[in-house]
């Protein structure tokens, strides 16, 4: 079974810029969560979606927004790209919805954006 | 509001000696907790998770971590340290009957280094 997969890998863009990045869940998961990871700050929740609709969001500003489509593949998308937004943009799949099972993530390796 | 501290940000230990990274945690209500690895350029993987059942919680390649209440805290142990253990550690709370939605809080890691 093919796990989790981010594209692209890395990611360079100017301040200003928009960008999406995608995410591919494992065959048959439902849940996909996005985690933004830097030095800085760590870990931290962006949104989960689950059949299509956010059911949960983190505290980020509105430049952060994503989708997930029917075959449950996702994307976030970044508009306005700031210097701090340089982190690792890390997706997670889980079969049910994680704000009320805390089902096991699979994580992908992630997308390192840069944002010169 | 939930919050998880990871009392140590680097751990070295010899090939073959015990492993302590420690994790204390703040929760209103029973927390979930999680410990999860990073490898270098790789996603997060569940070592082991407590949901309220034994207290003792066994994980994967010989890890694991005892819930103790009274003193708020989850320490990730092994007996003995393989050179593959060298990577990043989170411990991870999920607050799920308080009104969070489940978000998972990660600590801020700590980076075991396994020396030979």
């Known amino acids: 079974k093919a796990g989790v997969t981010q594209t692209p890998r890395y990611l360079i863009k100017t301040r200003g810029q928009q960008v999406t990045l995608s995410c591919s869940p494992i065959?048959?998961?439902?849940?996909v969560s996005w985690y933004q990871q830097t030095p800085g700050q760590g870990l931290q929740f962006l949104f989960e979606?689950?059949?299509?609709?956010?059911?949960n969001k983190g505290n980020f500003p509105g430049r952060f927004s994503g989708r997930q489509f029917s075959n449950s593949r996702s994307e976030m998308n970044v508009s306005t790209l700031e210097l701090g937004d340089s982190a690792l943009y890390l997706c997670?799949?889980?079969?049910?919805?994680?704000?009320?099972?805390?089902?096991?993530?699979?994580f992908g390796s992630g997308t390192q954006l840069s944002v010169l | 509001a939930q919050s998880v501290t990871q009392l140590d940000s680097h751990v070295s230990v010899s090939e073959g000696t015990p492993v302590l990274l420690r994790c204390n945690y703040s929760s209103s209500y029973s927390p979930s907790l999680f410990w999860y690895v990073q490898h270098p350029n790789k996603g997060l993987q569940l070592l082991l998770k407590y949901t309220s059942a034994a207290t003792l919680v066994k994980g994967i390649n010989g890890f694991e971590a005892e819930f103790k209440k009274s003193e708020t805290s989850f320490h990730l142990t092994k007996p003995s340290a393989h050179m593959s253990d060298a990577a990043e550690y989170f411990c991870v709370v999920s607050d799920r009957y308080g009104g969070s939605q489940g978000n998972l809080i990660f600590g801020k890691g700590t980076k075991l280094s396994v020396k030979p």
């Open positions: 997670a799949s889980s079969l049910a919805f994680q704000g009320t099972t805390n089902e096991k993530l699979f």
């Open positions: 979606y689950f059949s299509e609709t956010q059911r």
């Open positions: 065959s048959g998961h439902r849940s």
